[in-house]
């Protein structure tokens, strides 16, 4: 199975209701999003790197990433410093703004008024958390590196993402997601996927399914 997602919670949403949180960082486009705590599971400072390099290509370009802090991390903070660390170096800050932890509604808020979003971009992992699939599920193109022979095999299906395991990657699809076109197309296959694999309903009948044949058994 998989995450059990919401789809009426992490859907699309109107214009109008991301057009405030959007003007507040008028002058900004394109806005990637990657909201993924900063665990080195996670490739963040490679998604970082081609930002830094995409910013050369588009100077209005905006990263926006979590404040997740120490206290909130099950893997201490050095990550988390280092990710401000290679900001810094890069010379990158005005273009890089660090959001607070929010509730999960203006999350989506977050997920609908970004351009694209970023998740796993480890040449290792191969996999997901949630942002991963909660984006998909708001109609919004994803960035992420899915192992197709690990997605293949415990799902049957490899999610429609923009696949990237290095910044050069990375950046080759922020380049792709310029065209409006590629963006709609993404994100309307991502939410039709996440309905179709990960919807919480159905995900809940399968666990029920299975506890029923141990329950036989």
């Known amino acids: 199975s998989c995450f059990a997602i919401d789809t009426e919670i992490y859907r699309p949403l109107d214009q109008q209701l991301t057009a405030a949180l959007r003007q507040s960082y008028a002058g900004h486009s394109p806005i990637f999003f990657m909201p993924c705590r900063p665990e080195p599971i996670k490739g963040k400072p490679l998604a970082i790197e081609a930002f830094a390099r995409y910013l050369k290509h588009q100077p209005r370009a905006m ?16 990550e988390y410093y280092y990710e401000k660390e290679l900001v810094k170096s890069l010379a990158i800050e005005r273009n890089v703004v660090w959001l607070p932890l929010m509730h999960k509604h203006a999350l989506v808020r977050h997920y609908n ?6 998740d796993n971009v480890n040449p290792v992992a191969g996999c997901c ?28 299906s490899v999610p429609p993402v923009l696949q990237a395991k290095s910044a050069a990657e990375v950046y080759k699809r922020m380049l792709e997601l310029e065209d409006e076109s590629t963006r709609e ?9 996440v309905k179709e694999t990960c919807e919480m309903k159905l995900i809940a009948s399968q666990q029920m399914e299975i506890y029923r044949e141990v329950a036989e058994f």
Do not use: F
């Not at 990263?63 to 050095?78: D, I, R, T, Y």
């Not at 991963?132 to 049957?156: D, F």
């Not at 197309?185 to 996927?193: H, S």
């Open 63 to 78: 990263l926006w990433m979590v404040e997740w802090g120490k206290e909130q991390m099950n893997v201490g903070g050095s």
């Open 129 to 156: 958390g949630t942002t991963m699939l909660e984006a998909l599920s708001c109609g919004r193109p994803v960035i992420n590196y899915a192992k197709p022979k690990l997605w293949l095999r415990w799902h049957g």
């Open 113 to 118: 008024a970004a351009d694209a979003i970023i």
């Open 185 to 193: 197309e993404y994100g309307a296959k991502g939410r039709t996927w």
